[in-house]
């Protein structure tokens, strides 16, 4: 039985050419590193619930999601990074990957200084407690959790091209063990917290934004020392005339994303602002529930966005179909899934978190539905990334986010707190129908005009 199991193993990681096997590797070192990052996620958030309240911590998830706006400032530099290097690693054109990763780090470095500078300066001349709708109960300044906040952010923006030239070198188990450590020591130093001092929300976004910074930089030093050691960005292989071709193709991922934003991180605000901050956390505990799903697919998918610009770089289209029909396998199971922790939510919830937080069926029910098109939407999406077919996904992006906010907020004084969701579930099947379509005409070789751009 055992030299049964042991043959189908090798049988199963010698099975296709050498980039399935590269998949294969990562999806299995990723699950592992990532399975852990999940239970962490999960043991994250009644801690911070309970060393705040439900108040303080649905207002540090709104500046999170206010502050993670200024990643769309990297005007999609590595996304397309990613894409540069994965061309001209298959192709072996190392004085480009040499310029491309230097100039990144230097464009990057000139931009996060100036969105901090202007941020800051703005930032200055507003009320954030009203904005934030925060209650009188709150007797403490926002604007100083959103400047640390905001500082973590952009030095973190800085050293985030590192995760690109890992999974550009289809190692996304490195870039995932990155995230790993900077959760379990967020985890660790905010349960230190949790002990020894009692609801402060200002050391709470100074572990919970720091920590990952801290890990990134160490990262950073790290790998440019080691494994990374000849490609360490260097001051003599900035090209600044380089950034044009890098814009060239960065700038439709930047507009990309910033609808993703729109659709992801807007959500937050608008609750903050209709039904206040407490409603915050009550929507992010089926949504933290759900992501299991939503990371698990990405774990899945991650090493395929480098390996379809691969394989589209060599013009191997059934490598990419055959890839296609197995991720929609897999889409199918996460569909069974979703609906299964569906109908387990609520006993789930009272065991996670408690009773003293109470999420209606509806809002579990619409996450759960969201997360089914959300995942297909990504199998179709890291397609058209990886082959660099952008021009569909940027319309859709820019037309549905200019609709989501004004939806969600009607939706949300009809039916509730479910109502920012059903308006995602809206657009995201609009989006679905396109790049599905999109994807099928590439596939068959029949993509002309803009289906083809």
Known sequence: MFSLIKNKVQAFWK??????????????????????????????????????????YGIWVTIASLVAWINTFDIGLSNGLRNKLAHSFA????????????????????????????????????????????????????????????????????LQPVNS???AMHQPFKASLILLLGQALTYVLIFLLSIFTKGNLYLLVLVASGSPVLVLLLANIYLFATSLKSFMPRFKDVFLKNAKSLMNVSGAFFFIQIGALVLYETDNVVI???????????????????????????????????????????QDFDWIGNAIRKLRKFWLIA????????????????LWIGKDIVVPG????????????????????????????????????????????????????????PGTVLANIIVMFITNIFITWQCRLI???????????
């Not at 407490?278 to 480098?306: E, G």
């Not at 596939?443 to 751009?453: E, P, S, V």
């Open 362 to 417: 509806m809002l579990s029910l619409s996450i759960a539905v969201y997360t089914i098109l959300q995942t297909w939407m990504v199998i179709h999406a890291y397609v058209l990334n990886g082959v660099g077919k952008l021009r569909v996904q940027l319309i859709l992006v820019i037309s549905t986010g200019i609709i989501n906010i004004p939806l969600s907020v009607f939706l949300i004084k009809q039916v509730g707190l």
């Open 443 to 453: 596939m068959a070789n029949k993509a002309t005009g803009i289906w083809n751009k």
């Open 15 to 56: 099975q296709g050419n050498e980039r399935s096997q590269q998949v294969k590797k990562n999806i299995i070192y990723t699950f592992l590193i990532r399975g852990l990052s999940v239970l962490i996620g999960f043991m994250l958030l009644p801690l911070t619930i309970n060393y705040l309240n439900s108040t303080q």
């Open 165 to 167: 030239i890992l999974m």
């Open 91 to 158: 192709l072996n054109q190392q004085e480009a990957v040499h310029r491309d990763i230097s100039t990144t780090y230097a464009l990057l470095f000139g931009i996060a200084t100036t969105v901090f500078i202007v941020f800051y300066s703005v930032g200055l001349f507003f009320n954030w407690n009203w904005l934030l709708r925060v209650p009188p109960t709150v007797n403490f300044d926002l604007w100083p959790v959103l400047v640390v906040t905001l500082a973590s952010f952009c030095i973190q923006f800085i």
């Open 335 to 350: 569909t069974g899934l979703a609906f299964l922790m569906y109908l387990c939510s609520g006993m789930v919830y009272r």
């Open 272 to 314: 903050t602002r209709i039904l206040g901050p407490q409603d915050v956390t009550t929507f992010n505990i089926p949504f933290k529930y759900f992501s299991a799903i939503s990371i698990v697919f990405y774990i899945i998918i991650t090493p395929y966005w480098s390996a379809f610009t691969d394989a589209y770089a060599r």
